[in-house]
């Protein structure tokens, strides 16, 4: 198939765009030019500001594509500035679990309804969550529903986070600084960097519209993650009101997400316990490179 890829440089995107390239799809990647490629085979790479309608324009001109993967759709404008710039068969974006307004156990892509929300033409916000809503209605402005694809993830780990929301835990651990962390006890679910691009590029030739979840099974604990570093490390976290902020903070109750929607199409997820702690042993790895 033939797949113009609008991000996908860095972090998870790589994964994504190699897996394309290893099924043997024709990739095309977008990008403003501001980071080297990286993949494991060749692409075609165009330049173009994806918020700028004549940028667009002027990069893809009348080129068609069976599938576009939208990597950087943050608002309703963004989505506006590229789908109707664009000949595509089918749409698929990349939106996130901020969708859902409450944090519950096994959350299922019914929570939220993209095609209901009320539609408001706007950049991006501080309000990530609304602002991603108004990224997954905007598409049913220029595409059928039938041909869009949201994939909601919960946070994404991994030895290529630039985030660095892991390391944060980690570094204050292990240089003894204060950190204010809200519960302890709320369990959180992840997906890993590798099978977050793999699934993207395996929804690329599935046969599935909507929202689709992708989470790794089961949740770990804040105070699990903390007592792993500590038992790994021989420190003790300092916990204090007036401490730097954990990145984890905010939850109101233990979150994860309901995948049978992929698991029928074929995809199983990793379980978390397989992968977080091998994660956290290369964090500290690197940390301790830094001391």
Aim: net charge negative.
């Amino acid at each position: 198939m033939k797949i113009l890829v609008v991000g996908g440089t860095r972090f998870f995107g790589i994964p994504m765009v190699n897996a394309l390239i290893n099924a043997g799809h024709d990739v095309t990647v977008a990008t403003r030019g501001n980071n080297a490629l990286s993949f494991c085979g060749s692409v075609r790479h165009i330049v173009m500001d994806r918020t700028d309608t004549e940028s667009v324009k002027r990069a893809v001109g009348d080129v068609s594509f069976d599938v576009v993967i939208d990597k950087v759709a943050y608002s309703s404008n963004d989505v506006r500035a590229l789908l109707p710039n664009i000949k595509c068969d089918r749409y698929i974006q990349m939106s996130t679990c901020s969708v859902y307004a409450e944090d519950t156990l096994l959350i299922g892509e019914k929570e939220f309804d993209a095609a209901a929300h009320p539609l408001v033409w706007a950049d991006r916000t501080q309000d990530y969550g609304e602002s991603k809503r108004q990224a997954e209605r905007a598409a049913y402005e220029f595409m059928d529903a039938e041909k869009c694809v949201f994939v909601r993830y919960p946070i994404v780990l991994g030895e290529n986070d630039y985030t660095g929301r892991l390391r944060f835990y980690v570094e204050h651990i292990m240089n003894e600084l204060p950190m204010f962390v809200d519960d302890l006890d709320y369990g959180i679910s992840f997906i890993h960097e590798k099978e977050a691009g793999e699934f993207i590029a395996f929804l690329a030739g599935a046969d599935v519209c909507g929202p689709i979840n992708g989470c790794s099974k089961g949740i770990v604990k804040i105070s699990e993650l903390i007592g792993y570093i500590e038992k790994k490390t021989g420190k003790a976290a300092v916990y204090s009101k007036d401490g730097d902020v954990a990145p984890y903070n905010g939850l109101e109750n233990d979150m994860s997400l309901d995948t049978q929607k992929a698991r029928a199409l074929g995809f199983e997820f990793s379980e978390l316990g397989d992968w977080i702690y091998e994660l956290m042993d290369y964090e500290i790895d690197m940390v301790e490179r830094c001391v």
